[in-house]
């Protein structure tokens, strides 16, 4: 069974940092790619980052490119996210998500498995 736990989400200010992690047990992930996604509230969940889990390729939304970072630690099974630069819109439950490497990579929808989320705010 899949298993994707988030953790490192918290209460951090305007301009502050946090570091997400995705431990990622129950399958091989070779061919996945691993994504995240938020949601605020009264929001669409929304593509964040991904990384294939074989190669380099990373992708972001635009919203947060240049100030967040996707990575991977393949011998620990974990996803990262690396934010900077935090404002109060990136306030938002951040999930986890892992799919098939050859689907869209921005889409909720390519997504098979999710995390149960963690939650991130940014006071002002």
């Known amino acids: 069974q899949v298993q994707l736990v988030e953790s490192g989400g918290g209460l951090v200010q305007t301009g502050g940092s946090l570091r997400l992690s995705c431990a990622a047990s129950g399958r091989t992930f070779s061919g996945y790619q691993m994504g995240w996604f938020r949601q605020a509230p009264g929001k669409e969940r929304e593509f964040v980052a991904s990384?294939?889990?074989?190669?380099?390729?990373?992708y972001y939304g635009v919203p947060v490119k240049g100030r967040f970072t996707i990575s991977r630690d393949n011998a620990k099974n974990t996803v990262y996210l690396q934010m900077n630069s935090l404002k109060p819109e990136d306030t938002a439950v951040y999930y986890c998500a892992a799919g098939p490497s050859d689907r869209a990579t921005y889409y909720r929808e390519s997504y098979d498995y999710w995390g149960q989320g963690t939650q991130v705010t940014v006071s002002s």
């Open positions: 990384i294939r889990w074989i190669r380099d390729s990373t």
